[in-house]
């Protein structure tokens, strides 16, 4: 079962810290509707039903990679999928921990 606690660990906040410190790229995994209603800035909308045939542009960013959605369910389903890529991605949880992380309003 996925456990929501270990994003608020601050072991799990240091993470998300590091990858936006290196310039990681956010992407949003959640629906077109649910990104228009609120998403951080600069964050990518790639919903979870597109990631498969998005593999070769993410790998193309050449970045650490964050994901992100409602709770974190759907962006772990994503990080364990682009794994399997070599892509140096985590889950970053809900979309508003990057807020936090940044001290950001959201869009």
């Known amino acids: 079962m996925f456990e929501y606690s270990h994003f608020f660990q601050s072991e799990y ?24 209603e609120e998403h951080a800035p600069d964050s990518i909308l790639i919903a979870m039903n597109e990631i498969p045939t998005k593999v070769d542009f993410i790998k193309k960013l050449e970045k650490p990679i964050i994901i992100v959605c409602h709770l974190g369910q759907r962006a772990e389903v ?27 309003d959201f869009e």
């Open 78 to 104: 994503v990080k364990n999928y682009l794994l399997k890529f070599d892509i140096d991605v985590i889950n970053g949880g809900p979309w508003q921990n990057v807020l936090k992380e940044e001290n950001l």
């Open 13 to 36: 906040k240091s993470l998300v810290k590091e990858y936006l410190d290196n310039n990681a790229v956010v992407i949003d995994v959640r629906t077109a509707e649910e990104f228009q």
